[in-house]
Nanobody, 118 residues
Framework: VQLQAFGGGLVQAGGSLQLSCIAS????????MGWYRQAPGKQRELVAT???????NVADSVKGRFTISRDNAKNSVYLQMNSLKPEDTAVYYC?????????????WGQGTLVTVSS
């Protein structure tokens, strides 16, 4: 499975960006796709995930500002980021968790940098 993420950039505080991630390859019919981020000097953290059934999990720090969605037909996941804050500055990574029975394999895309200026 290959993941290609794009959509990052520089935005002023209060602005919006949308990240997109397209998956290709042998994608399991049961999978969770999501976004994680890593700010300088910090550990990678979960931002939001969505199952192929549409169940979402969103970090408290972005709840109400970020919305995750996916298009199963396009094997894509999106992150709409509104009301961005400087503390949202990070490299954002797309992740796909693929399940086959009891087995799980994780795949990561390349990061896309989001910079929010104050």
């Amino acid at each position: 499975v290959q993941l290609q993420a794009f959509g990052g950039g520089l935005v002023q505080a209060g602005g919006s960006l949308q990240l997109s991630c397209i998956a290709s390859g042998s994608i399991s019919s049961t999978n969770v796709m999501g976004w994680y981020r890593q700010a300088p000097g910090k550990q990678r953290e979960l931002v939001a995930t969505v199952t192929n059934g549409g169940y979402t999990n969103v970090a408290d720090s972005v709840k109400g500002r970020f919305t995750i969605s996916r298009d199963n037909a396009k094997n894509s996941v999106y992150l709409q980021m509104n009301s961005l804050k400087p503390e949202d500055t990070a490299v954002y990574y797309c992740k796909s968790e693929n399940f086959q029975g009891t087995r799980r394999r994780d795949y990561w895309g390349q990061g896309t940098l989001v910079t929010v200026s104050s």
